[in-house]
C-alpha cells in the first residue's frame, strides 16, 4: 500500500470512516477544500455487523442531502415526540406539523447510513484505506507527519479525529461523568404501532426511548432502554418473553403488548468531552470531541455539526493554522456547550427522586406544552442546533 500519490503538505489526514468522519470528508470535496485521505482502524465489512440505529434530525438530513449520501428509502420519519415521565404527570408533544417540517427527524440504520456514506466518497474519488490506526504524530513546520500501524508515514496540512467510539473504551477527556447507566438497545415491534411517533420516557432508573424504525422490511421501533448497570447486565441476558414482559411494565400500555425483540447490545454510558476541539493542526469531531448521554439523540447531529463547520473554515485558503484552530474552537463552542448541558442534565434532573424535584419536572413538561415559545426553541436546537 502507498500513500503517495494522496498525502503531502495539502492533504488533509482524517481518522475514522464512520458517518461524521465521512460527512467530513464529503464537505470538503463540497467545498473545494484541501484533498483527504479516510483512514479506520475496522475492516471496510465490519459496518455489516453494526445493529445499531441513528437519530438524525432535519438539519443532519439537508447536510447529507448535500453531500449525495441521502437514501429516503433507508430512513423512517419522526413526525411526533411524546415526553413524560413515568408514574408522574406532566407530558410535552412536538410534532412536525407545527414548524412546517415533513419531519422532526429521522431514525436510520448505521450499517445502511455508513454504506452509502462509503460509496459516495468512492464515487467522488476520495481514498479510504481501513484497517490503519494511527500511532504517532509529529509536528512539522508546516503540517504533520502521522505513522501507522504498518510502519507507512504520510505528511498532511491537518489531522482530523473522528474516530468516535463508545464511552467504555475512550481515553478520557478533560469534562468526564459517569452516569452509572448502561443503554440496552434493541429492536422490537408492539401490538398498536402508532406510525412516525417517537417516545421518550423518563424512568427513576434513566430515560426509555422508542424511535419509528424499519429492519429487513418490517415496521418497528427502536428501542434504547437506559437503567443501571447491573440491569443492564440482567435485561440484556433474559429470554425474549421476559425482556418484553419487564419492557412493558416499564413503559405502559400505550402500544399495546411488546410482541417480538431483537437481538440486544449493551453500552456503558458517560460523558467525555474535551474543552476545545482543535489544538495545532490536529482537530476533533463528532465523538472524538465529545461523548454524549443518548438522551434527546444528540451526539451524531453534533457531530455532524461539527462536521460541517469545520469544513467551511478549513476551505478557506486565507486561514493559516493558528487562526484556523482559533475560529473552530469558537465556531462550535456554543452549540457544543448548549448540547453538552442539555444532554449532561436530563438523564440526572429526571432519574432524582426527591420529592421536589418530581413536582417541578411535572410542572416543567406541562408547561413546555401549553407554552409554544419555549417549545420552539427546543424543537429548533435538536433539528438544527445553535448555529
Not at 474516530?163 to 481515553?171: F, I, N
Not at 443518548?294 to 460541517?308: E, F, I, M, S, Y
Request: with cysteine; charged share 20%.
Amino acid at each position: 500500500m502507498t500513500h503517495a500519490a494522496h498525502s503531502g503538505a495539502d492533504t488533509v489526514l482524517v481518522c475514522g470512516a464512520g458517518p461524521v468522519g465521512c460527512a467530513f470528508a464529503l464537505l470538503m470535496n463540497e467545498f473545494g477544500g484541501p484533498s483527504t485521505l479516510v483512514v479506520d482502524a475496522r475492516p471496510d465489512e465490519a459496518i455489516r455487523g453494526d445493529a445499531r440505529m441513528l437519530a438524525l434530525s432535519h438539519g443532519s438530513r439537508v447536510l447529507l442531502e448535500r453531500v449525495g449520501a441521502w437514501q429516503a428509502s433507508l430512513a423512517t420519519p419522526i413526525e411526533r415526540i411524546h415526553v413524560s415521565q413515568r408514574g408522574h404527570f406532566g407530558r410535552t408533544f412536538l410534532q412536525a406539523s407545527d414548524y412546517s417540517l415533513p419531519a422532526l427527524g429521522y431514525v436510520v440504520p448505521y450499517a445502511a447510513l455508513a454504506k452509502s456514506l462509503r460509496a459516495r466518497l468512492r464515487e467522488v474519488g476520495v481514498v479510504t484505506q481501513f484497517g490503519q490506526t494511527v500511532q504517532e504524530v509529529a509536528q512539522l513546520e508546516d503540517g504533520l507527519a502521522a505513522r501507522f500501524s504498518g510502519g507507512q508515514e504520510i505528511r498532511a496540512r491537518y489531522l482530523v479525529h473522528a474516530e468516535g467510539g463508545l464511552y467504555g473504551t475512550q481515553t478520557r477527556q478533560p469534562r468526564v461523568r459517569d452516569y452509572r447507566q448502561s443503554a440496552v438497545t434493541s429492536f422490537v415491534t408492539v401490538e398498536h404501532p402508532l406510525a412516525n411517533q417517537a417516545w421518550e420516557r423518563f424512568t427513576a432508573h434513566g430515560p426509555l426511548a422508542l424511535l419509528p424504525a424499519h429492519l429487513d422490511g418490517v415496521a418497528g421501533l427502536a428501542l434504547v432502554w437506559c437503567c443501571a448497570p447491573e440491569d443492564g447486565i440482567r435485561r440484556a441476558g433474559l429470554s425474549d418473553d421476559a425482556f418484553l414482559a419487564e419492557l412493558h411494565d416499564c413503559f405502559g400500555d400505550r402500544l399495546g403488548a411488546f410482541l417480538t425483540s431483537g437481538p440486544r447490545q449493551l453500552f456503558e454510558l458517560g460523558l467525555n468531552a474535551a474543552d476545545e476541539s482543535a489544538r495545532g493542526r490536529e482537530f476533533a469531531i463528532g465523538n472524538a470531541a465529545q461523548t454524549l448521554h443518548p438522551v434527546a439523540g444528540q451526539g451524531l447531529n453534533l457531530g455532524l455539526r461539527d462536521a460541517t463547520t469545520l469544513a467551511q473554515l478549513m476551505a478557506d485558503s486565507r486561514l493559516d493554522a493558528p487562526e484556523l484552530a482559533a475560529r473552530f474552537n469558537d465556531a462550535r463552542r456554543m452549540d457544543r456547550a448548549a448540547t453538552i448541558r442539555v444532554t449532561d442534565l436530563l438523564p440526572r434532573v429526571f432519574a432524582s427522586r426527591l420529592a421536589a424535584v418530581t413536582g417541578l419536572r411535572a410542572a416543567a413538561l406541562t408547561l413546555l406544552d401549553l407554552l409554544p415559545t419555549p417549545r420552539r426553541l427546543l424543537a429548533r436546537h435538536m433539528m438544527d442546533g445553535l448555529r
